[in-house]
């Protein structure tokens, strides 16, 4: 329960901040400026940011004009305060205090990463779904930040790994030039890394085919970028399972849309909120989906 709260409550932080994120990429304002109202402008106060808790006590309208806030900022704090929550739990074992530093470090990057993923993801929904646009300001960045962090991880338990079996009387012989252990499990750290970004070439390849033979009707850059996040992000076989997923959530939504004639045929609706969705579920229970499915074909088989 402690780590749930622990959880909920960063995650209810960062909701907040992912909210902002999503309104500042669609303009020219900066995203570390202060918090103020839309309507009056007025910068808001400390005791006006605590997540969800400033909003039930001003009950949803500026303390300044009065005007009303929009509920989308009380809805996605509390949705981040609950994926975050729900990443807490499935990274963070109840043992963690009796873990290894390391062991501890690691899983404490792992978390911090998973939310930052979440964040992009959760801010590319709101801003496709609203303006039909997924911002280079947040997908550029998102990609580099990513690179970057899987690169310094494979470095960082390069070096853990180097440093304890030279510091170990038999781990001595386990390395160059008396054995390819440590380089095999170089490797083996970096299959974040070279699986991240193969899967982001396939995904890349896969959207800009699709960009080309539709002429750019059926796909726009923007998912491109982000389908490049994704198979960053997730790797592979997650990566897989977000795109069907996601195209699988789209036909659904589309063809529901279609009945109650909200669109017709040859209208188009925005396809990011659905990779991000595709993204967040593949995140979670990525390789538990593709593994129930590899096993599901096999008895089908039979």
């Given at each position: ?46 005791y006006d940011l605590f997540p969800i808790i400033s909003y039930l006590l001003i009950k949803g309208k500026c303390r300044y004009c009065k005007k009303a806030i929009p509920l989308e900022y009380l809805l996605v704090e509390v949705l981040m305060g609950v994926l975050i929550a729900w990443l807490f739990l499935q990274i963070i074992p109840t043992t963690f205090l009796t873990l290894s530093p390391i062991s ?199």
């Open positions: 329960m402690e780590i749930f709260s622990l959880g909920f409550i960063f995650g209810a932080i960062l909701g907040s901040f992912t909210k902002a994120l999503a309104d500042r990429s669609l303009t020219k304002v900066s995203f570390f400026g202060r918090s103020y109202c839309n309507h009056c402008q007025k910068q808001l106060v400390w501890q470090s690691l899983k404490i990057i792992e978390v911090i990463f998973k939310s930052f993923v979440l964040l992009v993801l959760v801010s590319v929904f709101l801003t496709d779904i609203k303006k039909g646009l997924i911002p280079d300001r947040i997908t550029y960045p998102a990609v580099m930040i990513t690179f970057i962090y899987l690169v310094a991880l494979t470095i960082y338990k390069s070096v853990i790994l180097y440093f304890y079996l030279k510091n170990n009387t038999f781990g001595k012989f386990l390395l160059p030039p008396h054995s390819d252990y440590f380089f095999r499990h170089v490797l083996y750290s970096a299959d974040p890394l070279i699986s991240g970004v193969l899967s982001a070439l396939g995904l890349g390849l896969f959207f800009g085919l699709i960009i080309i033979l539709t002429k750019g009707r059926g796909m726009g850059g923007g998912d491109l970028k982000l389908a490049i996040f994704m198979g960053l992000t997730l790797g592979f076989p997650s990566s897989l399972v977000a795109i069907i997923l996601a195209f699988l959530s789209g036909s659904i939504v589309g063809l529901v849309l279609l009945v109650i004639k909200i669109k017709r045929f040859g209208q188009t609706i925005p396809f990011g909120p659905f990779l991000a969705l595709g993204s967040i579920m593949a995140l979670f229970w990525g390789q538990q989906i593709y593994d129930w499915y590899l096993n599901f074909s096999k008895g089908s088989i039979f």
